[in-house]
């Protein structure tokens, strides 16, 4: 799926909309987002030396996650965080990274599911979190 597709899913856009490819195999979604630099919350983090923000990368997580529920996600839906638990920082990224995500659902109850996901960059193992979310809407 390329950016406009995960339009079609995602009410994200513009700076916000993190995912550049993202593909469900076997129940996990997998995406990527390559950081140019010029990304909004690269400014003032740091200068000098920029560090794409853990929230920012728990971001990335969800929004590839919520690619999982896309027969779900139908218009004038919002999926929305309810949980981050287990989150573990372990490598920067910086710009010019290739992230890759890896998350599935472990549980769901709809409107609220449990996912696991995981970012990396090439083999380094970035960000682990479980986290829960919620399909709000019409």
Do not use: W
């Amino acid at each position: 799926m390329n950016r406009e597709e995960i339009m079609n899913i995602l009410p994200h856009r513009d700076d916000m909309l993190l995912l550049d490819d993202v593909e469900e195999r076997d129940g996990v979604s997998v995406g990527h987002y390559r950081v140019r630099g010029d990304e909004f919350f690269l400014r003032g983090h740091f200068p000098g030396n920029p560090i794409v923000p853990g929230v920012i990368l728990c971001e990335i997580l969800a929004q590839s996650a919520c690619v999982l529920m896309k027969d779900k996600m139908t218009e004038g839906k919002l999926p929305v965080y309810t949980g981050l638990n287990n989150v573990k920082f372990r490598s920067p990224v910086k710009p010019g990274d290739t992230v890759e995500t890896q998350c599935h659902i472990k549980r769901a109850k709809h409107p609220f599911y449990f996912a696991e996901g995981k970012i990396t960059v090439g083999d380094r193992l970035c960000v682990s979190a479980e986290f829960s979310f919620c399909i709000t809407g019409d």
